[in-house]
């Protein structure tokens, strides 16, 4: 018997040590000042889109630099962020520009993972809304430039509503609907036949497009104090919100078990009454074969309207040894308005530099024919008084994590108010480790 | 001397690999085992000596308490499922039957797809309007919520990974079987004996060696089981399928505390070793 247990504790031996080698150790020493590296050569940058999104950008950055390359990597949204905490904590030279999560930011430059371009803040001052360019600085330093800004609309099935009788939502944003009519709504439309769910959110487990839900109610948007590390997900507005929220899955408005990037088909397949997108689904639902409209997105009756707001933003690796190219990329994609105008003309989002705003969001209108009338305006409106940022804290990062699977547990059935409470526990948890 | 010289000539052929073991996983175990250690504040900046802290942050942490219960849970189930499994198929395909081969490259084909490709298909079959329903509801019975019921999480996750895994672990036990003498089945075979009796009297203890090896190789691979649980469940609805190497990931790379990670690295590596211990030690009472 002896002899035969040598391969399997080889075995063990081999897994124990491949698991201990899995985390390489992070630093949170802020990187040196480095050299602006050669004139010449392979600009790496990584994103979550698909290929096809920067190849505009990418060819006129190159037309206008000759000897500049751009090579882009895409990660699943997914994967996105843990890969990148991976890549970034092990100095990886192998990313010169990435895309960064508006409300990341703090961590990310706390942690050492952005270099810092404080030398531009005046340009992004001018060129930016006074929202985007709060939320990319962290400690009085600017850490990454904006490159999109983004809304939420709500999309419905015309053909369903009128099988079951219901004048459809307009797009002047002073007649938004609520999410009370819009629940009725979506009822008849399932009793009708004429769709199987009647409302549902394309990120349906995203504190980005849930975050509304409570601010609407007047709950806060769940971090408080001085130092933005107190959780308060435990707030009425919270409680009521999401105690509606488990409940349109419960009774099977919303479909359970759908998640990730499987939800857009199911309104483009005609399965779902009226659905919660971005500005992308108004070229994305365009090739469907459904007759749909747009309208603002709705809010709880006796509430106020909230809307979400930001996107990506780019930012360079420290790591990176070729800093003066990534530099010149970075700032021809967010402050020239051509070239953010160019990052937007395969994925329908709302660039962030103002002057490419103003040529940009006439023409949302017109994305997919008639029926995307009205985004135009409600973008407008909507950046103008309804948009609310995601929160500032140096510990979003661990409350995205963690409220991401309270929002899970709550889809699939677990009473809210527990939920929200061990969401409390858990994020003064993963919270301590940052004080 | 030319027993030394021997011995050098088998250090240098022996060197790279050696150097390869060293320095991609022997110091990363001991930096994992140090960092475990430490603590790091991003307010405060700076590493600090935090002895045992991490561990009793671990122990005192109810997540990490029920992620060890899950994987406990979900080792004694898996295991020994997925032995029998591929030991009962193994045995069926070294008969001498029609399409047997057929059959064996059937079961042996998902070895060939990617865990992470695998999830992707399986989350297909799980999705409420999916396959697994839609031959349920053909046979009259009523939709299952799958992967989003603390009750059915895991034996979904067991059968996705059994599908992945059986095929593998038969290989070595059909290599196994098929090195029992032939006249040894031919003797059991002129004795008078039933298949039953001859496949546990007689091809049991005599694939003992490579059941064993299925046995540790299976319980080690299954406690590291990361990618269907991060595609499919990310440890949910309500950490029922929280597994530890997922766990960790989280820790590490979601939550971003790499510190804790480690700790809890070590503590799954320890985890590991008692249970193969213990197999050991219950395969060696045996004998």
Redesign the interface.
């Known amino acids: 018997m002896r002899r035969n247990l040598l391969p399997a504790a080889a075995v063990v031996a081999a897994a124990a040590m491949l698991v201990a080698g899995c985390g390489s150790s992070g630093s949170s020493d802020q990187p040196a000042a480095t050299d602006s590296g050669p004139a010449t050569g392979t600009v790496t940058f990584t994103g979550t889109d698909n290929a096809e999104t920067y190849q505009p950008v990418i060819k006129a950055f190159e037309a206008k630099n000759p000897g500049i390359k751009v090579a882009y990597t895409q990660i699943p949204f997914d994967q996105f962020n843990a890969t990148m905490q991976q890549r970034l904590s092990a100095k990886d030279a192998g990313i010169d520009v990435y895309t960064v999560d508006e409300p990341r930011v703090s961590q990310l430059a706390a942690k050492g993972f952005l270099t810092d371009l404080s030398d531009l803040d005046g340009q992004v001052k001018t060129k930016f809304s006074a929202a985007a360019y709060k939320t990319n600085h962290f400690r009085d330093k600017l850490w990454s430039l904006p490159m999109w800004n983004s809304t939420q609309f709500l999309f419905y099935n015309k053909t369903a509503l009128a099988k079951a009788k219901v004048t459809p939502p307009t797009a002047d944003p002073q007649q938004r609907w609520t999410w009370e009519q819009v629940e009725a709504a979506g009822r008849k439309a399932m009793q009708s036949g004429g769709t199987k769910y009647g409302l549902f959110m394309e990120q349906p487990e995203a504190y980005y497009q849930l975050q509304p839900l409570a601010e609407s109610l007047g709950g806060g948007s769940g971090i408080e104090g001085d130092d933005a590390l107190t959780p308060a997900v435990e707030t009425d507005g919270w409680k009521k919100a999401m105690q509606w929220y488990g409940a349109t899955f419960a009774s099977g408005l919303s479909p359970r078990g759908i998640g990730g990037f499987q939800t857009g088909p199911v309104f483009a397949n005609g399965n779902v009454a009226f659905f919660v997108g971005g500005p992308w689904d108004l070229k994305i639902f365009g090739s469907s074969k459904i007759d749909w409209g747009v309208a603002p997105l709705p809010y709880f009756q006796g509430g106020k309207p909230v809307t979400p707001t930001g996107s990506w933003s780019l930012g360079i690796n420290p790591a990176s040894k070729q800093q003066g190219m990534a530099r010149k990329f970075l700032e021809f994609a967010t402050l020239d308005a051509a070239g953010n105008l160019a990052t937007t003309s395969t994925t329908t989002i709302i660039p962030a530099n103002l002057d490419a705003q103003k040529q940009y969001t006439p023409k949302m209108d017109a994305f997919s024919g008639a029926k995307t009338a009205g985004a135009a305006a409600i973008t407008a409106y909507e950046s103008e008084h309804t948009a609310v940022s995601r929160p500032v804290s140096v510990g979003y990062i661990q409350f995205e994590e963690v409220m991401g699977k309270a929002f899970a547990d709550i889809r699939n059935g677990t009473n809210s108010d527990t939920r929200l409470q061990e969401a409390t526990r858990q994020l003064t948890d993963a919270w301590k480790s940052i004080r | 001397m030319r027993k030394r010289g021997q011995g050098l000539i088998a250090l240098a052929f022996l060197a790279p690999a050696l150097l390869c073991l060293a320095v991609?996983?022997?110091v990363?175990?001991i930096?994992?085992?140090v960092?475990s250690f430490y603590?790091?504040?991003?307010?405060?900046?700076?590493?600090v000596f935090a002895g045992l802290g991490n561990y009793t942050?671990l122990l005192s942490?109810?997540?990490f308490r029920q992620s060890v219960g899950v994987t406990l849970l979900f080792t004694v189930l898996v295991n020994p499922i997925q032995v029998v499994v591929s030991f009962l198929l193994a045995v069926l395909f070294t008969q001498r039957a029609a399409g047997s081969k057929l059959w064996r490259t059937l079961v042996i084909l998902p070895i060939a797809t990617p865990p992470a490709v695998s999830a992707v298909i399986w989350?297909v079959i799980?999705?409420?309007?999916g396959l697994a329903n839609g031959v349920l509801e053909r046979l009259g019975l009523p939709a299952q919520?799958?992967?989003?019921?603390s009750g059915q999480v895991l034996p979904s996750l067991i059968v996705l990974l059994s599908w992945i895994g059986v095929g593998y672990w038969m290989l070595f036990l059909i290599a196994g079987i098929q090195e029992v003498p032939v006249e040894v089945r031919e003797a059991a075979l002129l004795d008078g004996a039933g298949a039953w009796r001859r496949m546990v009297s007689v091809i049991l203890p005599l694939v003992?060696?490579p059941l064993?090896?299925v046995l540790?190789?299976d319980t080690?691979?299954n406690?590291?089981v990361f990618a269907p649980v991060?595609?499919l469940t990310?440890?949910?609805?309500?950490g029922d399928s929280n597994l530890l190497?997922y766990d960790?990931?989280?820790r590490?790379?979601?939550?971003?505390?790499?510190?804790?990670?480690?700790a809890e690295?070590?503590i799954?590596?320890a985890l590991?070793?008692a249970i193969?211990a213990g197999q050991?030690r219950l395969?060696?009472g045996d004998?």
């Open positions: 991609l996983r022997i990363p175990a930096s994992a085992v960092e603590t790091e504040s991003l307010l405060r900046g700076g590493r942050d942490n109810k997540d989350s799980y999705r409420p309007d919520p799958f992967l989003t019921s003992r060696r064993a090896f540790v190789a080690v691979s406690l590291l991060q595609i990310k440890g949910g609805p309500n190497m960790v990931y989280t590490a790379y979601a939550i971003g505390d790499i510190h804790v990670a480690q690295v070590v799954l590596v590991t070793l193969v050991f395969l060696r004998q």
